[in-house]
């Protein structure tokens, strides 16, 4: 790119008044200019940047500048203009065009004196940033990144602007990956020239964020660039001296003179800057952007989860050393790839890993290649991306087109960093197979995220299509390639081990298939796994894979169903793998160890109450089963032949980990349940995945039309038989489970299911099936089946008419199959001859479960050659213009009765009569489109005559109707007559013929049974086809369509055969059932709460929707609210089932449970659903009710919307349930069956008043008022109307009654909505919060010691400001001299005195001086209620609450639940919430003191283990503190400052206490904050505004600070307790009070003698005060928290607040707690005399000198 640094500029003769140049520069057309700068001798500093592309410069390049004046007119603005020639920096581009002084042209093109000083210089890529594996970009220090970035003249502006300046820095955090660390919650601190901004905080080592983040500076240029970028990952679940995972920091200077001012999408290396040596400790992508005024942001158009590892780019020190290692992959071979329909590929593998791509050889035309080939990487460790992509494409003639399949590696799943094990366990290097890796192609899954951390983007998803297998090994090695050799040849003949196949077989029962959108077309299943049972694919055994064709009947409400029936079809594939038992079973056993896990954690979780009994006993059940199973020993890999490396390190890693978690739950105590189970579970889902899975999934399709709609994946271990043993076994071998088919990506309807489907699987190797018995009722047949067709030739049913449709067909008519063309399969031979099969249970009428039905005939006229209306050819018609029966011959059919006769339909486009016009066309003679009026030219017309059919109640169920219509009992027909069905191919066939049947058909079947016991299950040994070859099928099939003449009529229903999908005809396996089981459902449904609605909608309703296999009904419909109770029973009666009672209990049918919304409109949405298995009976002997429990409504994955409150119940019926059947103990009330009186709530009518304070911290809105919702009762409040100034309510009280259930688990929740009122009379739901339980807020209006909340008195009236003026002037004011004089104590005596310091001095009176220290916040202590004794604070959220779910505001209120009297004569309870008028008293102007004495055990910040504390305080805008005023080095600083505020509250109510520790070079870090609710402090009744003194004391070191004297505090509190005035003697000495007399004399024994003790009345008033439970002078300890660790304690604080209302009055003095300072000794030492001192005389001195030193 092209950089011109644009100095500054001379104008001469100087201008006036003085200009406001500046400088545009032209480059290829491109238009850049600096900013303005005012005077005649501009200095700029500025650089412009052009990109230069694809086009580097010419000899020919120039630049043009032009000099103008902005501060003059349009036309006066011209300077000056210059050219400068670029040709030197074509010759040489690593130098710097310097041009000084360079003369500006005037509009002559003459000279002028005016000249500009200018930098010229060419910048290429590696000026900028060096990128790859080996040489990365630091960033550590400021002069690395200039000398990096810069030219080499031009480092940094060395003059740059000396005014302020407007930037704006964004910092955008993508995602992280490779973040090192077991089990974190990384969260990213971001700080911006000190400004500190935090993440959300996520889960897993490779997070996805997707935040931004804004700063603003007005700084100046120099000084601005020197600020700092830190970006810190923590980990917010340690301490902060070892929480922080790694750093990246830079100044801002680089990013500004970055390209574009940004770092787009960047890749940045963290590490630990004093331990570099550990290398990189992971990556973090974000975009970096610095702008100033005029600079446009690049516009960034990729989606957040974008894959963009194809240009990765890392930054990170220089000084941290990189780790490289390469990856040496042997490709081996593939198999089965498979593209299109006859079709050889050419196949290539791709190898991609972090951007860089490595490829195999081609091998042309082959579904098999052996490449045997290796391909290294080299990378980092550890590794930027998180998965190794494997790519085969087909490359016909080297052009690589298509994709045949694609595969992912995991690198956390074949390596460990060591992290996953606490204590000395150091992980290994990626390591995979040899094994196979499974490809997949064509359609994805639909994107989900399924959980915190495990998010994979779309380019990493693979398809679902099996496309064949790679078998591969990879090896890492830390040394180089070269040195590393290992002989390819030989390791080919090792892995030939590994390629050894057993032979599996899988059978599927489907039992039933639910819940089904309206397929217009038959529908069947697929089940395959690999390409075995896949029928698209030719180059294998045909093999019995799909069901049977079938239509889907209507269920009577929305859904669709198959009718099965007793005959439930079955497939079975048999498949060729290689043996991975020992790897399944180990997989199993760790399944079954997570899965036990997870459902104990889900019952721990339903226990709500934590003083719940239950809650201990199942906490000790999850231990002992979590020890039990951590215990079985995992199948030992070191002694397996065909185990891998990787087998044996993941074994390892698995085994130690079971044993960590052993002896964990061994010594957990009961605290932190439920976060400490998720811990372990945690820890155990990231060792389950298996990479060298060699089993694909089974897929089953659900296909229409031959196409693939939908589709469920079970992975292959969960139901693959173990003969060792249940515990290897997978969790369904063998057993019903449900499955819940979706639709692939981009397909089918939001949030709708394609099916629900119940199923029993069963896969394992063909040896083990022998016994192979799946449930335990059931008869398993094998048939041919083969349909005869016949048309309707001149009133005559045969052959003759058929036209190309063969006389034996399969189902669809696509494809011959005479009865004589049926082969016996080898070693099978024909049970019986052929029989006709009435398919009945496929044609049941689509009327079978409607309980009325419309009908409709078209009458039908054209114009004769008159013009006159005449009945047409076929007068009567349907709407598709098919003849259909005359309305007089319509019957109306058993078990129905019409409601009304025929009428014409004219509620749509049609003249008066019902008639609707059109111009027929051959044809089919019908008009394509009909007008509502009559034209001459018009030659049709038709009208709708329509009537209502209504069904019969009390006659036959719809189960007994159902079971008539199969004839299951009584067949009785001809055989000549019996089983034909009228209609055409691909739609719905009928039992009766219609006027228009000019087809039928009817099924034929033989029964296939097995010759001998070869030692496996039958349905395994039908691979092959049943017919004749081929070539001899095709050519009877072409002699029959020879023979066959053609018919116009059958033409029209009959379409050619597509091209033949599968040439093979195969039996089909079903599973009879002959016995149906008859059950009761009882569904009892009472509540659902936490319904958080964004949209103030009144007029929508609520209904639940319950199905149950191919039964539903609905509930009543209710007005939509937050806890919307229906108290509803609904039943199910003679349910049909058909499989063993025992397999139902076992695994009984789910019970779905759907909560809709409907608008006014009808429009239905479907808020949530809820899954679970009923309770069932199997004798009712025993039965008890079950109890009604929460279950999660939910409408996406991972995402739970509200809860409801219900129970269900299936009865198996028997004869002793017909003696009473259970329906008679259900109440029926209005219409619908109400809940039982056993389980039904216990109802009273109770009254709810709630006490409206006010709304605080809301940002953004107008006018807010509050919505309350209980149950199905609403109010609201009136609009705030001035909410800046008083976001008080004017409305205080609101209330209401309602019947409330007295249980605890059924107490209803409440709603609280803010909505804030707009222009145009819109309302938006701003915030909301739920009150889950309302129990804690009942109380007793009638009990004695019960006074309701009062709100205190915050100002006085005037004569009482007059009288206190008085009082203080005599009797507080001491004289000067009483108060300046030395006191030998002080304040931190008492503090002393409390603690039990050892410093404390003796002191007589200090039992008068005492004070309380708190271990714990004073909204902690117990006595003072939270301090929210007048009104609770309760949080809004805009989203359900979640950990780290922002709060959007605050609502202040107070709930109260008493007892409502039924009877209107019994009296009223007294209401607790009365309007009071010192409501008017807010908001209050106060002056607030707060005292911060010390702090104690701070998180250490420096690498010395140590910090640099100070205090910063903030309240509403007002911020104090003082940076240099820090204590160095220590964790436990004492402060002894008082800060003095001035405030309103309630607008500044939270006081926010700020710890910082103190660095001279870095940003500030936070250590911890701490905030306190002024507004409760001032609104409790506890008086916490200001504590009481011990002592009221007028002078002296202790002098009373309160505004108001304790006789005045004492009658503030009588009234405040709805007591009378306390009475005082004249004596001043006794007081009545609260119906007692008390003394001072029983206060005080013996008179104080202290002097400047007050009065008495006021000694005994405030005796009295502290017998009240009143705050007492104190000192409270608070706990600081960080945004970055939520809930980690790092350090305390103490500390106390005093608030003065300023209406009381002013307040007393401050009280002084500065430290004592050191006082100055004289030490004086009086030596007598010495002894004995040895003189160490010599020959020359006798004598000797001393004398003593100290």
């Known amino acids: 790119m092209l950089q011109l640094v644009v100095e500054s500029a001379k104008i001469n003769p100087p201008l006036s008044p003085p200009p406001r140049p500046c400088v545009s520069a032209y480059f290829r057309d491109v238009k850049k200019r600096t900013h303005e700068v005012e005077g005649n001798n501009p200095t700029w500093n500025e650089t412009l940047i052009w990109h230069l592309w694809d086009r580097p410069l010419q000899n020919d390049s120039f630049l043009q500048i032009i000099l103008r004046d902005l501060g003059s007119t349009k036309k006066d603005r011209f300077i000056g203009l210059a050219t400068v020639m670029l040709q030197p920096l074509v010759k040489k581009p690593s130098e710097v065009l310097f041009v000084k002084d360079l003369t500006l042209l005037n509009h002559l093109m003459m000279s002028t004196d005016c000249t500009v000083t200018l930098q010229v210089a060419l910048m290429r890529n590696q000026d900028i940033e060096k990128i790859g594996d080996g040489d990365l970009l630091g960033l550590s220090t400021r002069e690395t990144a200039r000398q990096e970035l810069m030219v080499p003249s031009y480092t940094m502006p060395v003059a740059l602007s000396t005014k302020p300046q407007h930037f704006q820095v964004r910092v955008k955090v993508f995602e992280g990956r490779q973040l090192m660390g077991n089990n974190i919650k990384p969260v990213v601190k971001v700080v911006i020239g000190g400004y500190q ?542 499955l819940l088919l979706q639709y692939p990506e981009g397909e089918g309807q939001k949030d709708t299911l394609p099916a629900h489907l119940r199923v029993c699987m069963w896969l394992g190797n063909v040896t083990d099936s022998k016994d192979l018995q799946l449930l335990r009722q059931g008869e398993v047949v094998v048939y041919a089946e083969t349909y005869e067709n016949q048309a309707k030739y001149k009133d005559q049913w045969g052959q003759q008419g058929l036209y190309r449709c063969p006389n034996f067909s399969d189902v669809m008519g696509h494809k011959a199959l005479p009865k004589e063309d049926f082969h016996v399969p080898q070693g099978w031979h024909w049970q019986g001859k052929w029989t006709v099969e009435p398919q009945r249970r496929l044609l049941l009428n689509i009327d079978i479960n409607k309980s009325q039905v419309l009908e409709e005939v078209y009458e039908n006229q054209w114009r004769d050659t008159a013009g006159a209306w005449v009945p047409a050819a076929i007068p009567n018609t349907d709407v598709n213009g098919d003849p259909v029966e005359a309305r007089e011959n319509f019957k109306c059919p058993q078990g129905w009765h019409v409601k009304e006769n025929w009428v014409v339909e004219l509620n749509h486009a049609v003249d008066d009569e019902g008639w609707e016009y059109g111009v027929g066309i051959e044809p089919s003679g019908l008009p394509q489109v009909w007008n509502s009026v009559e034209k001459t030219y018009y030659s049709c017309r038709r009208r709708r005559w329509v009537r209502l059919r209504c069904r019969n109640h009390g006659k036959l169920s719809l189960e007994q109707e159902t079971l008539s219509f199969l004839q299951l009992h009584h067949p009785s027909q001809a055989e000549e007559e019996e089983g034909w069905e009228y209609g055409t191919f691909g739609s719905k066939f009928h039992l009766n013929p219609q006027p228009q049947s000019r087809f039928r058909r009817r099924c034929w079947r033989r029964r296939l049974a097995l010759n001998r016991d070869k030692g496996i299950a039958p349905i395994f040994l039908l691979e092959g086809s049943m017919s004749l070859d081929l070539k001899e099928q095709a050519r009877k099939e072409e002699n029959r369509r020879l023979t066959q003449g053609p018919d116009k009529t059958i033409r029209s229903y009959w379409r050619p055969a597509p091209e033949d999908i599968h040439p093979y005809d195969l039996p089909f396996i079903y599973c009879i059932f002959n016995r149906p089981h008859y059950y009761q459902l009882f569904c009892y449904i009472y509540q659902a709460r936490n319904i958080m609605s964004y949209q103030f909608q009144t007029s929508q309703v609520l209904f639940i929707r319950l199905v149950f296999l191919n039964y539903s009904q609905c509930t009543q419909a209710l007005r939509s609210s937050a806890a919307p109770t229906w108290a509803q029973t609904l039943i199910f009666q003679h349910l049909l089932l058909y499989e063993d009672p025992e397999d139902t209990k076992a695994s009984p049918p789910l019970v779905v449970l759907e909560l809709w919304q409907q608008d006014s409109q009808g429009k239905e949405t479907l808020w949530g659903r809820s899954m679970w298995s009923p309770v069932v009976w199997l004798d009712v002997q025993n039965r008890i009710l079950p109890p009604l429990r929460w279950h999660p409504l939910v409408k996406l994955p991972g995402e739970e919307e509200c809860e409801i409150l219900v129970s269900c119940e299936l009865i198996l019926e028997t004869e002793s349930l017909k003696e009473r059947p259970p329906i008679l103990s259900v109440p029926w009330k209005n219409g619908v069956y109400t809940l039982p009186k056993s389980i039904q709530p216990t109802l009273k009518k109770m009254a709810v008043e709630i006490l409206t304070w006010g709304l605080r911290n809301m940002k953004r809105v107008r006018s807010p008022q509050l919505l309350v919702e209980c149950l199905e009762e609403s109010l609201q409040t009136e609009p705030i109307r001035d909410f800046q100034t008083n976001p008080n309510f004017t409305q205080s009280v609101l209330f209401l009654t309602l019947f409330m259930p007295m249980e605890d688990v059924y107490a209803p929740s409440l709603t609280l909505k803010v909505v804030d009122n707009q222009d145009f009379g819109r309302q938006t739901v701003v915030g909301q919060a739920n009150i889950n339980s309302l129990q804690p807020y009942f109380c007793d209006p009638w009990a004695d010691d019960y006074v309701p909340p009062q709100l205190p008195m915050l100002s006085v009236k005037k004569y009482q400001k007059l009288l206190d003026y008085l009082y203080e002037k005599f009797w507080l004011s001491p004289s000067k001299t009483q108060d300046e004089y030395h006191h030998e104590v002080d304040w931190w005596s008492k503090l002393f005195w409390a603690t039990g310091d050892v410093k404390s001095l003796q002191y007589k009176y200090k039992d008068y001086h005492t004070l309380k220290v708190y271990d714990c916040e004073l909204e902690a202590v117990p006595a003072f209620k939270g301090l929210q004794d007048f009104c609770e604070t309760f949080k809004l959220y805009q989203e359900e609450p979640k950990l780290d779910s922002p709060v959007v505001g605050e609502f202040k209120g107070l709930f109260r639940v008493y007892p409502f009297p039924e009877d209107p004569k019994v009296p009223k309870p007294p209401r607790q919430f009365l309007v009071w008028r010192e409501k008017e008293d807010f908001p209050q102007e106060c002056l607030v003191r707060v ?105 002296g070191p202790f002098r009373w600070r309160d505004q108001m004297t304790p006789s005045f505090l004492l009658e503030r509190h009588a009234k405040q307790k709805g007591l009378p005035p306390p009475l005082f003697s004249p004596e001043e000495d006794t007081v009545f009070y609260n119906g007692k007399n008390f003394k001072l004399q029983s206060f005080e024994p013996t008179p104080p003698t202290l002097h400047y003790l007050g009065p008495k009345k006021e000694r005994l008033a405030l005796y009295l005060l502290h017998t009240q439970g009143m705050v007492p002078e104190h000192v409270e300890t608070r706990t600081l928290y960080s945004d970055s660790q939520p809930g980690i304690d790092q350090g305390k604080v103490q500390m106390w607040v005093d608030i003065f209302p300023k209406k009381l009055g002013p307040p007393g003095p401050p009280v002084n707690i500065r430290p004592r300072k050191p006082r100055r000794y004289e030490l004086r030492c009086i030596i007598w005399k010495t002894a004995q001192v040895d003189l160490r005389r010599t020959l020359t001195s006798g004598i000797s000198d001393i004398y003593v030193k100290g």
């Not at 080299?378 to 494997?390: A, D, V």
């Not at 002694?639 to 044993?659: E, G, H, I, V």
């Not at 960590?660 to 998720?678: D, F, G, I, Y």
């Not at 436990?1532 to 001279?1560: H, R, V």
Request: one cysteine or more; aromatic letters at 10%; charged letters at 20%.
């Open 1491 to 1595: 005292y911060m004495v010390r702090a104690i055990n701070l998180q250490p910040q420096d690498s010395n283990g140590l910090c640099d504390p100070y205090v910063i305080l903030k309240l509403g805008q007002t911020k104090m503190g003082n940076r240099d005023k820090y204590h160095p080095n220590t964790l436990d600083p004492i402060f002894g400052i008082m800060f003095e505020l001035s405030c309103i509250i309630p607008l500044e109510k939270d006081l926010e206490i700020q710890l910082y520790d103190f660095d001279l070079f870095s940003p500030d870090d936070k250590i911890g904050t701490t905030v306190i609710d002024l507004e409760n402090r001032l609104l409790s009744g506890f008086g916490a505004r200001c504590g009481l003194s011990k002592s009221y004391c007028q002078s």
């Open 197 to 738: 901004h935090n993440t959300r905080i996520k889960m897993g080592n490779n997070p996805f964020f997707n935040e931004i983040f804004f700063q603003n500076f007005h700084e100046v240029p120099a000084k601005f660039f020197d600020e700092t970028i830190l970006i810190q990952v923590m980990n917010s679940t340690l301490m902060r001296f070892n929480a922080e995972i790694g750093r990246f920091q830079t100044d801002i200077g680089f990013i500004y003179h970055s390209p574009g001012h940004t770092l787009m999408r960047k890749w940045l290396g963290l590490c630990q800057p004093n331990e570099p040596n550990n290398g990189v400790r992971g990556y973090l992508k974000v975009t970096i952007c610095v702008l100033g005024v005029g600079d446009q942001a690049l516009v960034d158009q990729k989606p957040p989860y974008a894959a963009d590892d194809t240009t990765t780019k890392i930054f990170k020190s220089m000084v941290v050393p990189i780790n490289m290692a390469y990856l040496q992959f042997f490709i081996y071979c593939a198999e089965d790839l498979h593209l299109k329909k006859h079709h050889l590929v050419s196949p290539m593998l791709e190898v991609e890993l972090i951007g860089e791509k490595l490829k195999t050889n081609v091998l042309s035309q082959t579904e098999n290649p052996i490449w045997n080939q290796i391909l290294t990487f080299q990378i980092q460790l550890p590794c930027l991306s998180s998965y190794i992509k494997f790519r085969i494409l087909d490359c016909p003639k080297n052009s690589c087109r298509d994709e045949i399949g694609t595969v992912s590696l995991f690198l956390n799943q074949i390596s460990s960093t060591g992290a996953e094990i606490e204590g000395p366990y150091s992980g290994f290097l990626p390591s995979f197979g040899p094994s196979f890796l499974i490809l997949h192609g064509g359609k994805k899954a639909p994107f989900r995220i399924q959980e915190e951390g495990t998010n994979i983007s779309s380019s990493v998803k693979d398809g679902l299509a099996y496309r064949g297998r790679v078998f591969l090994e990879l090896f890492t090695h830390v040394s180089s390639h070269q040195e590393f050799k290992r002989d390819l040849s030989s390791q080919v003949t090792s892995v030939e081990r590994h390629q050894n196949r057993k032979k599996y077989g899988l059978c599927v029962i489907f039992l039933s298939c639910t819940m089904m959108p309206d397929f217009k077309d038959l529908i069947q299943f697929e089940v395959s796994i690999g390409h075995y049972g896949n029928k698209m694919d030719l180059s294998y055994k045909p093999l019995v894979s799909t069901t049977q064709c079938s239509p889907v009947i209507y269920d009577g409400n929305i859904y669709h169903y198959v009718p099965w029936y007793n005959s439930k079809p079955v497939v079975a594939v048999t498949s060729f793998w290689e043996d991975s038992s020992f790897r399944m079973n180990c997989l199993n056993l760790l399944y079954f160890t997570r899965d036990r896990l997870k459902a104990n954690l889900d019952t721990l979780k339903s226990i709500r109450n934590p003083r719940d009994p239950a809650l201990l006993p199942q906490w000790e059940k999850l231990l002992k089963e979590l020890v039990e199973d951590c215990k079985h020993p995992l199948p030992c890999m070191t002694d397996k032949l065909k185990a891998t490396d990787l087998d044996k390190k993941r074994w390892q890693l698995r085994s130690r980990l079971l044993q960590e978690l052993a002896q964990k739950a061994k010594q957990v105590k009961p605290r932190n349940m439920v976060a400490t189970v998720e811990d372990w579970l945690y820890r155990l889902n990231a060792v389950l995945p298996e990479p060298q899975m060699t089993l694909p999934d089974v897929m089953i399709w659900l296909m229409s039309k031959e196409q693939r709609v939908a589709y469920a994946q079970v992975p292959a271990h969960s139901i693959l038989f173990s003969p060792t043993g249940a515990l290897h076994s997978g969790r369904f071998c063998g057993k019903i489970q449900t």
